[in-house]
């Protein structure tokens, strides 16, 4: 799911960013877009800072050769976080003997492949998808799948990843065209 959230801290900037730009908002926006693609423990993967406000006075520390000048900041952040339960649509990006991987924006989940349909499935012999064993319907890379978050393992401090477990056996999931079919048939 995504999140907005309006964020206030001191950040330092270096005084050659701070000097460069007419507008001190604007540098402050520049030095926090460092923050893109991080996974906060928080606020899950920051997607995009849409703004920044300076809110007071930029501040030298007294010690410690420190060349930043720290100034309160507001900002707002677009993150996405997984919420176990709530369905998704993604693209699958790859397939291997353990399933699917569902590229869903700014994260990967993977599918394990009993997960994939409510019957057994064999992956294809050119390993760019699955097929049914009794319905011969496949999944390919490149499809676009609807699937529900069954599991979101929360990154650790030596590896920032999020893990995301998928399932696609639930009535009103797996491939869109499959779902289109079904929903015409009534």
């Known amino acids: 799911m995504y999140y907005e959230y309006v964020v206030e801290e001191w950040i330092g900037m270096e005084p050659a ?28 993967v920051i997607v995009a800072v849409l703004d920044a406000k300076i809110v ?34 993604g693209v699958v990006t790859r397939a291997d003997d353990f399933g699917l991987v569902v590229n869903l924006g700014p994260l990967d989940g993977k599918v394990h492949r009993s997960q994939i349909m409510d019957e057994g499935v064999e992956l294809l012999p050119d390993r760019s998808g699955f097929v049914g064993l009794a319905s011969k319907r ?25 893990g995301i477990g998928l399932t696609m056996r639930q009535p009103y ?4 065209e499959w779902l289109a079919a079904e929903a015409k048939r009534g």
């Not at 999944?139 to 999020?162: E, L, N, Y």
């Open 17 to 44: 960013s701070i000097y460069s730009s007419e507008d001190l908002d604007k540098a402050a926006l520049e030095h926090l877009r460092r923050l893109e693609g991080r996974i906060d423990e928080e606020m899950g």
């Open 138 to 162: 496949e999944i390919r890379v490149g499809d676009v799948v609807r699937a529900r978050v069954v599991h979101v393992s929360k990154p650790s401090r030596t590896a920032q990843i999020i």
């Open 173 to 176: 999931l797996g491939k869109e």
């Open 56 to 89: 007071g006075d930029g501040v030298i520390p007294p010690v410690g050769g420190d060349p930043s000048i720290y100034y309160p900041v507001r900002y707002r952040v677009l993150a996405f976080k997984p919420v176990q339960l709530e369905v998704v649509r």
